[in-house]
């Protein structure tokens, strides 16, 4: 298969570049951007003599004609005029951004303050929260790929909201990620010098992510109240760690909990959930596809606090997207992405 990557002058394209380079069946066909034409390597010399392909202005007809699927790792904004010009051919689509994640669009507006796609178009997307909904995406032509902080935290929490065991008014979500989730842009709040031996909360009670996280677990459960979640920032380059705390409906052991979640996740090669009295930490899933999962009930207050670690470039943005488009595409969902943490 040949794939057409848009936007790959930021983290989440230059990370598909990184897994397609080495996929044995979807290929690096073309890659675009909005700005410059030039070698791949320019915008990243890592790539030099590796990757000779040079970046594209974003055709739509010559790469619907050429390719096979179209991931766009583009920001907010751009993937919903994009997509509504794709949508006239036959391309399969995979969508990194926050552009087709939220039925409501009157909810995109508020949160994202930027005009939303067509709604018919949002409809016509597919939630690709793998674990949680691989048959829609074995049926379905686009993706919408979630969030890093959604992913984190809704693999997190699915267990326990979907048997209905938490109260429902309970949900707090203390997220933290590295430098590269703010994007490669640069700002005043990601530099050296201000992030170095510092750690800063961001967007408190305003972090775009609470309607598509809130909108997930109303799936689940409907009764489902609004989330408190709080997102800061690490001075490390990669990963989240979700440390989310609920209250628990009735009287649970730590060991009646993680039963639940290893049965939850016991087929899904992603998904591991770790042994009674061990937490996973960021560094443990760098790189990889992994999300690792802790989970212990403090008995005293009836809470119940679930750890939750991803790296934001890969569970949390192109690896879904590549796993996501294997299932779409009939293949094994782990087909190029058995990549080892990156230890230490």
């Known amino acids: 298969m040949k794939a057409a990557i848009i936007g790959t002058t930021g983290y989440g394209g230059v990370e598909l570049i990184r897994i397609l380079h080495t996929h044995p069946t979807i290929n ?3 890659v675009h951007t909005t700005r ?8 990243y010399p890592h790539l030099y003599n590796i990757i000779e392909n040079k970046l594209e202005k974003i055709n739509v007809a010559k790469i619907a004609e050429e390719s096979d699927i179209v991931f766009f790792a583009t920001p907010s904004g751009v993937s919903s005029k994009l997509v509504e010009e794709f949508s006239h051919t036959a391309i ?13 669009t009157e909810d995109y507006k508020t949160w994202y303050k930027k005009e939303p796609a067509k709604a018919e178009l949002i409809n016509k997307f597919v939630y690709g929260l793998t674990e949680w909904n691989r048959e829609e995406i074995a049926k379905a032509k686009w993706i919408s790929n979630p969030g890093c902080y959604p992913t984190a935290a809704l693999l997190g929490l699915a267990p326990a909201v979907k048997e209905k065991i938490i109260r429902t008014d309970s949900i707090i979500i203390d997220a933290k990620s590295g430098i590269s989730g703010a994007g490669r842009s640069p700002s005043r709040d990601t530099m050296l010098a201000e992030m170095n031996e510092n750690f800063k909360i961001y967007k408190v009670n305003k972090h775009q992510h609470i309607p598509e996280i ?11 109240k609004p989330i408190t979640f709080s997102t800061h920032l690490l001075p490390i380059n990669r990963g989240i760690m979700s440390t989310i705390h609920v209250s628990l409906k009735e009287e649970y052991t730590t060991s009646t909990i993680h039963e639940l979640y290893e049965e939850a996740y016991k087929n899904h090669p992603f998904v591991r959930v770790r042994p009674l009295g061990h937490f996973p930490t960021i560094k443990e899933v760098s790189g990889s596809n992994y999300c690792d999962l802790g989970v212990d009930v403090d008995e005293r207050t009836g809470r119940l606090t679930i750890i939750s670690v991803i790296d934001n470039l890969m569970k949390g943005a192109a690896g879904q997207a590549v796993q996501n488009a294997n299932i779409m595409n009939g293949l094994h969902e782990t087909t190029g992405l058995n990549f080892l943490p990156l230890y230490p």
Do not use: A
């Open 28 to 30: 690096i066909h073309s």
């Open 36 to 43: 410059e034409e030039v070698p791949v390597w320019n915008e």
């Open 92 to 104: 399969k689509m995979v969508d990194l951004s926050g552009d087709l994640r939220l039925r409501n």
């Open 214 to 224: 809130e909108q997930q677990l109303s799936d689940w459960n409907s009764d489902i």
